[in-house]
T-cell receptor
């Protein structure tokens, strides 16, 4: 069983809708949680990171961490066609940077 | 602006060739990582380095080696390329905030 599970999608939503993405994990020692966006044939781009539990907001993006349920989420409000990409979650137990990644969810926002 | 560059975007090599993939960063960061990314498998860590001359095996180091002679440069070496090493290779820099290079799509024929 993988340490980090993420539904591969594709997740198709109409423009303007809220995109809801999530990852589950098995290692209760994970403390740092990241979300990346990856466009086709490009490297992943860091969107947000969260330390421990709680919510974090940055513009149209909100990241949530529920450590009791071992579950993290990313919400994208007012989605745009330019949000069409693969979204990767990643997490680690310490700040050294050795992350475990989810396989990524493909998101398609249709005009 | 953070910059992580990789030596090639696309590379085609023959089975048995020695392949060098280079990553250069301008972040002056100690931590550098090499991943490969395959459909359905996500990113898998090959090797990482927390300092010059230092290297540690990741989850899938077999068939690879690395070199870090200078802080800004981390090289991934495929000693004898095989077809199952056809993949997207990504260099990454940082600790809890990590930044990726654009990737090298390697095809081994």
């Amino acid at each position: 069983q993988k340490e980090v599970e993420q539904d591969p999608g594709p997740l198709s939503v109409p423009e303007g809708a809220i995109v809801s993405l999530n990852c589950t994990y098995s290692n209760s020692a994970f403390q740092y949680f990241m979300w990346y966006r990856q466009y086709s044939r490009k490297g992943p781009e860091l969107l947000m990171y969260t330390y421990s539990s709680g919510n974090k907001e940055d513009g149209r993006f909100t990241a949530q961490v529920d450590k009791s349920s071992k579950y993290i989420s990313l919400f994208i409000r007012d989605s745009q066609p330019s949000d069409s990409a693969t979204y990767l979650c990643a997490m680690t137990t310490d700040s050294w940077g050795k992350f475990q990644f989810g396989a990524g969810t493909q998101v398609v926002v249709t005009p | 602006d953070v910059k992580v560059t990789q030596s090639s975007r696309y590379l085609v090599k023959r089975t048995g060739e020695k392949v060098f993939l280079e990553c250069v960063q301008d972040m002056d960061h100690e931590n550098m990582f090499w991943y490969r990314q395959d459909p359905g498998l996500g990113l898998r860590l090959i090797y990482f380095s927390y300092d010059v001359k230092m290297k540690e095996k990741g989850d899938i180091p077999e068939g690879y080696s690395v070199s870090r002679e200078k802080k800004e440069r981390f090289s991934l070496i495929l000693e004898s390329a095989s077809t199952n090493q056809t993949s997207m290779y990504l260099c990454c820099v940082g600790s809890y905030e990590q930044y990726f290079g654009p990737g090298t799509r390697l095809t081994v024929t």
